[in-house]
T-cell receptor
Framework: EPEVTQTPSHQVTQMGQEVILRCVPI?????FYWYRQILGQKVEFLVS????????KSEIFDDQFSVERPDGSNFTLKIRSTKLEDSAMYFC?????????????FGPGTRLTVT | KQEVTQIPAALSVPEGENLVLNCSFT??????LQWFRQDPGKGLTSLLL?????REQTSGRLNASLDKSSGRSTLYIAASQPGDSATYLC??????????FGAGTTVTVRA
């Protein structure tokens, strides 16, 4: 069964460093999303991406964040200068427009630890 | 802004008992509602999706209902098993497809 994959599973970085989190969505999906979950808190929407541009972004998704689909398979989230409060689990998701359901399928997540 | 609340926050039941998990949301202008399962430190597994025009959706021992006008959904799990122990998340999609999540109900099924 097709699934969303994410790499790395765990990333440790120092404050101020840039990180890139990578995702491979399900191959025939057209809508891509990033969410994050700070330990003990709700899953929060960050950004959605369709047709090579951002569709929606939350107030969390400030100028330190960017997304890119560099080729036909990868979808990346970049954090330019990490802060301690960026420590969280980051989930990538994708959905198709098949039957208009837009059911979102999530990857296993990347745990980002900023020290 | 959509607010999603899940009650109870935690639930412990003996094996075989039926589970009832509640979800409420503040804005009834939704696109769909998804129930997810999350195991500790893991990703989110989609269990059921209910379109805004539907009242109910079933998959095996799972049944989810949706009352959009009152802003409520209920997930029923029949004949619970220890393997059902996990956190169950309710998520509501707005018309731009972004999901708003509840905090989850953590279920423990005792053997």
């Amino acid at each position: 069964e097709p699934e969303v994959t994410q790499t790395p599973s765990h990333q440790v970085t120092q404050m101020g460093q840039e990180v890139i989190l990578r995702c491979v969505p399900i191959s025939n999906h057209l809508y891509f999303y990033w969410y994050r979950q700070i330990l003990g808190q709700k899953v929060e929407f960050l950004v959605s991406f369709y047709n090579n541009e951002i569709s929606e972004k939350s107030e969390i998704f400030d100028d330190q964040f960017s997304v890119e689909r560099p080729d036909g398979s990868n979808f990346t989230l970049k954090i330019r200068s990490t802060k301690l409060e960026d420590s969280a689990m980051y989930f990538c998701a994708s959905s198709a427009a098949r039957a208009r359901s837009h059911e979102q399928y999530f990857g296993p997540g990347t745990r980002l630890t900023v020290t | 802004k959509q607010e999603v609340t899940q009650i109870p926050a935690a639930l412990s039941v003996p094996e075989g008992e039926n589970l009832v998990l509640n979800c409420s949301f503040t804005d009834s202008a939704i696109y769909n509602l998804q129930w997810f399962r999350q195991d500790p430190g893991k990703g989110l597994t989609s269990l059921l999706l209910i379109q805004s025009s539907q009242r109910e959706q079933t998959s095996g021992r799972l049944n989810a209902s949706l009352d959009k006008s009152s802003g409520r959904s209920t997930l029923y799990i029949a004949a619970s098993q220890p393997g059902d122990s996990a956190t169950y998340l309710c998520a509501v999609a707005s018309n731009d497809y972004k999901l708003s999540f509840g905090a989850g109900t953590t279920v423990t099924v005792r053997a």
